[in-house]
């Protein structure tokens, strides 16, 4: 039987965490060209050569964050890319005409935040955008002029609006409000200048998991998620003038996840739903075998992610649980497929781990699920093993590759992902069981997950770490502060450590998400004191094991202040600790160097409190 000893070579970090080599192909609208990112002198850019042939040039020329959102424009002359500046996610769009080369700032405010609201091939030269430029709480729509560069202001935001929906001729006819319980209202129009109304108001135990996703041909029909008079999210066609829907999809456990539509009629071709594994359902026929023969072609769970004008060539992104992320071309008309690449060409070098969903009962009954990665060719009992708390929360772990997953198995522990209650895709009554639960029921659903691996002699109990970013360090904060013994030590990323500072200071532009704060985690105005008995600033005397906090300045969402002042109250005990600060980045780490110094201070760590290996 093989033992601890047995751990495949080591991966190093610059394979996990580095840049790709190549990563984001996307298919110009005419099929003439392929785009995708990759470093130049180690920054992440633009690169642009023919489908059919081998010399790719760089188009962009970043030299500090890398670019990582963009898209080819609809005229086929340019590229339209985002960037913002040392994480501040005050991002900018710029284009790039490929005939000339030129890079050109298109939204040159300081302290704006732009947002792609469409773009439509039947408007090739037409952009529709969101700014917070008037006021930086809200996001008024604004139209873009690609051959002018030219801006207009369309829409004002009346105060509420935190969406914009719009037809196939640009016309701004959806919006979503927020409502001051925390819930939402789904308003329309008939006609780009007609008078908005409401058409349908989510109460908040629906607003998570309804909303609108798109218009369909006839601009009458508009396809929303939809949970009311159901306990999981459903694709669903609503007829404005009658206000009648008819339910297109649905699944009893799982919430809808992505939603294909026929670029040009508007049809829906096929829907997935996220179960242990992603599922597609071919709703339309037309597509069913070129699904079935793209099915084969790897194990793993696709997504469709790019097509041409006339639709006859896609761009399909794979991704496995054991191999790096693959791009594949599929020609509709001949049903054949080219290989593109992979995006870590070099983990074909190395043994990864397979990832195992799983599902245990929390303390009160509820089922969870989540996933388990093993280090290969060790004896799968008595293992390390580290908690891996993912951010949101209103967000969930999924199956395919994973690098942080990966990189910890390869160093010997068992990876736990768990997507606990308040983790979206599981239903309205899952994710609202984490209401007001923070530092509590969602914690003991972390809690259970260490019990059930131990109790299934996969984990050794007094070898545990508990490890994520966002929420997933608030919760990493909370496992060394309100159960210590649990965990022998921690790593908080960018984790608030004080609810109240934390609401109190979240970015103007979430102003039209403060109710929903206020009513899933609490009141800072009213409810201060139970906020605080939810803080882990409010326990630091508590901790007890060794913590490793790393922090962006420029966060925008979770401020360097919440790592600061319990780093300050930690220094003013004598609690042991390391606190990283990357002065160039906000909520996470971009810069590939930060990256790597993160994840090599992250491994000595671990192998020092946990007994497993890193990389020199």
Not at 110 to 124: D, F, L, Y
Not at 223 to 241: C, I, K
Not at 307 to 317: E, N
Request: overall charge negative.
């Amino acid at each position: 039987m093989p033992t601890n000893n047995g751990l495949p070579p080591l991966i190093p970090r610059d394979v996990l965490f580095g840049n790709p080599e190549k990563a984001g192909a996307q298919i110009s609208p005419d099929g003439r060209r392929l785009a995708y990112l990759a470093p130049v002198d180690g920054v992440l850019n633009v690169w642009v050569g023919e489908t059919e042939g081998e010399n790719y040039q760089p188009v962009t020329h970043d030299t500090d964050r890398g670019i990582r959102v963009y898209s080819w424009a609809h005229d086929d002359k340019h590229l339209l890319y985002l960037q913002d500046r040392g994480g501040d996610e005050n991002w900018r769009l710029y284009k790039v005409d490929l005939d000339t080369g030129r890079e050109h700032d298109l939204t040159p405010f300081e302290g704006v935040q732009v947002q792609i609201i469409a773009h439509r091939k039947q408007h090739p030269n037409d952009v529709l955008i969101g700014m917070n430029k008037d006021d930086e709480r809200l996001h008024d729509v604004y139209h873009l002029d690609l051959t002018s560069n030219a801006i207009e202001l369309v829409e004002k935001n009346p105060g509420d609006v935190n969406s914009w929906v719009v037809d196939l001729h640009l016309a701004v006819r959806a919006a979503v409000a927020m409502t001051a319980d925390g819930g939402s209202e789904l308003r329309v129009r008939d006609t780009r200048d007609g008078e908005w109304r409401t058409a349908i108001t989510w109460a908040p135990e629906d607003a998570l998991t309804s909303g609108p996703l798109a218009f369909a041909q006839d601009g009458g029909t508009l396809y929303l998620t939809e949970s009311r008079d159901a306990d999981t999210s459903r694709l669903v066609a609503l007829q404005l003038e009658t206000g009648e829907t008819t339910v297109i999809a649905e699944d009893p456990r799982y919430d809808l996840g992505n939603v294909v539509l026929h670029p040009d009629t508007r049809d829906v071709q096929m829907v997935a739903f996220t179960r242990a594994r992603q599922e597609w359902t071919v709703l339309d026929p037309a597509i069913a075998n070129d699904i079935a023969l793209i099915s084969r072609l790897n194990p793993g769970d696709f997504d469709l992610v790019d097509r041409t004008h006339a639709d006859d060539k896609w761009i399909i992104a794979f991704t496995n649980d054991a191999e790096s992320a693959s791009y594949h071309l599929y020609d509709c008309r001949t049903k054949q497929t080219r290989f593109l690449f992979y995006v870590r060409p070099d983990l074909a070098n190395y043994q990864l781990a397979k990832m195992e969903p799983i599902q245990f009962l929390a303390r009160d009954g509820l089922v969870i699920e989540g996933y388990l990665t093993r280090p290969p060719n060790v004896d799968p009992r008595d293992l390390p093993t580290v908690l891996l708390v993912h951010g949101g929360p209103w967000h969930r772990d999924v199956w395919g590759y994973d690098p942080e997953a990966q990189w910890l198995a390869n160093r010997g522990y068992a990876c736990l992902q768990v997507n606990f209650r308040g983790s979206t895709g599981y239903g309205k009554a899952f994710v609202n069981a984490g209401n007001r639960e923070w530092g509590a029921k969602m914690h003991d659903d972390l809690v259970d997950a260490v019990q059930w691996v131990v109790g299934q002699g996969i984990t050794n109990p007094a070898r545990v770490a508990i490890y994520g970013g966002s929420y997933g360090g608030y919760a990493a904060l909370v496992g060394a502060t309100f159960t210590p013994e649990l965990f022998c030590c921690a790593v908080d990323i960018v984790g608030p450590s004080n609810l109240v500072t934390f609401i109190k200071t979240i970015p103007p532009y979430w102003s039209t998400f403060l109710a929903m704060l206020q009513q899933r985690v609490g009141d800072p105005e009213t409810e201060a004191e139970f906020l605080m008995s939810r803080s882990p600033l409010t326990y630091v005397d508590r901790i007890a094991i060794p913590m490793l906090i790393a922090q962006g300045a420029n966060d925008p969402r979770v401020k360097q202040s919440e790592s600061e002042q319990i780093v300050a109250a930690m220094k003013r005990k004598g609690i042991p600790h390391e606190y990283l600060l990357f002065e160039d980045e906000g909520h996470g780490f971009a810069k590939p160097e930060n990256r790597l110094t993160f994840y090599a201070a992250a491994e000595r760590f671990l192998a020092r409190h946990l007994g497993g290996r890193f990389e020199e």
